[in-house]
């Protein structure tokens, strides 16, 4: 069957919770608030910590010392943000909606996801490789993940 399907989120081990990350990077791209609408945009700058390849963290047990904004989601805290990608596996199993048939549970390979065009693999670039005086507008994206 799947943990996932018979384990509610809060009862799930700490190895169970961290495998329902698909990897996709998508929680790591830089958004932008808009001042006057509340409204989040993302952008194609990915966190620096972010390794763009494997769209997974450099740093990840350490990624709250590096990153002051970085989050750290539980089943607890997973209402707190509703700007994770659509695609994410705590929200549609939040939702009582099925994992897609690219996640890595499913398909038995971690690069299901990229294959399926769900990372931001292809897209993205590294805060590392930019210029602190940047126009982060350039960046923004025609849609939300």
Same mark, same amino acid.
């Given at each position: 069957?799947?943990?996932?399907?018979?384990?509610?989120?809060?009862?799930?081990?700490?190895?169970?919770?961290?495998?329902?990350c698909d990897g996709c990077g998508r929680c790591c791209l830089v958004k932008l608030e808009d001042e006057e609408s509340g409204e989040?945009? =993302?952008?194609?700058? &990915?966190? !620096?910590?972010?390794?763009?390849?494997?769209?997974r963290c450099r740093h990840y047990t350490s990624r709250r010392e590096r990153v002051a904004e970085c989050i750290t989601l539980s089943?607890?805290?997973?209402?707190?943000?509703?700007?994770?990608?659509?695609?994410?596996? =705590?929200?549609?199993? &939040?939702? !009582?909606?099925?994992?897609?048939?690219?996640?890595p549970l499913l398909s038995g390979s971690s690069e299901s996801v990229h294959a399926a065009g769900i990372s931001v693999r292809n897209?993205?670039?590294?805060?590392?490789?930019?210029?602190?005086?940047?126009d982060m507008d350039e960046f923004l994206l025609d849609h939300n993940p």
């Open positions: 069957m799947g943990f996932w399907k018979d384990t509610p989120l809060g009862e799930l081990s700490p190895a169970e919770w961290e495998s329902l989040l945009c =993302y952008t194609a700058i &990915a966190c !620096g910590e972010l390794e763009l390849e494997s769209c089943a607890a805290t997973l209402a707190d943000y509703p700007w994770l990608p659509s695609t994410c596996a =705590y929200r549609l199993l &939040a939702a !009582g909606r099925p994992l897609p048939a690219w996640h897209f993205a670039v590294s805060q590392r490789d930019l210029d602190d005086d940047l």
